[in-house]
C-alpha cells in the first residue's frame, strides 16, 4: 500500500525559511519521480517542484524558482522541498505526490502559513 506523509510544514515569517519532508512506503521509492504540489484557499492546486528519480532533472514552478530546492534521499525513502524567501503567497497545504501506472499518491499534506 502505497503510503506519503509530509511533515515540517508550520507558522513562518516573511523573509524566513522551511524544510517540508515526506516519507514513502510501500512501493521502490528510488523508481520514481517525486513532486510536491500546494493548494491555497480559493486557489487551485498549484505545482511546486519535481525531482526525477536519480535526485536529478528538478523542474520548478515559476512562483519558486530560485527559492526552492526539492531535494531526495533514495536510502530513507525521504523527498524533501527547501523554501527560502518566504512570501505570503506561499501559504497552502503543501503534498507530496507521485504516480503508479497513471494513479496519483498524495499524502494529507502539512500546511504553511506566512505571516508578516
Known amino acids: 500500500q502505497v503510503e506519503l506523509k509530509e511533515s515540517g510544514g508550520g507558522l513562518a515569517q516573511i523573509g524566513g525559511s522551511l524544510r517540508l519532508s515526506c516519507v514513502a512506503s510501500?512501493?521502490?521509492?528510488?523508481?520514481?519521480?517525486m513532486a510536491w504540489l500546494r493548494k491555497a484557499p480559493g486557489l487551485e492546486q498549484e505545482f511546486v517542484a519535481r525531482?526525477?528519480?536519480?535526485?536529478?532533472?528538478?523542474l520548478y514552478a515559476d512562483s519558486v524558482r530560485g527559492r526552492a530546492t526539492i531535494s531526495r534521499d533514495n536510502s530513507k525513502n525521504m523527498v524533501y522541498l527547501q523554501v527560502n524567501n518566504l512570501l505570503v503567497d506561499d501559504t497552502a497545504v503543501y503534498y507530496c505526490?507521485?504516480?503508479?501506472?497513471?494513479?496519483?499518491?498524495w499524502g494529507q499534506g502539512t500546511q504553511v502559513t506566512v505571516s508578516s
Open positions: 510501500g512501493f521502490p521509492f528510488s523508481s520514481y519521480d
Open positions: 505526490k507521485m504516480n503508479i501506472h497513471l494513479r496519483d499518491y
Open positions: 525531482v526525477g528519480k536519480n535526485g536529478d532533472n528538478t
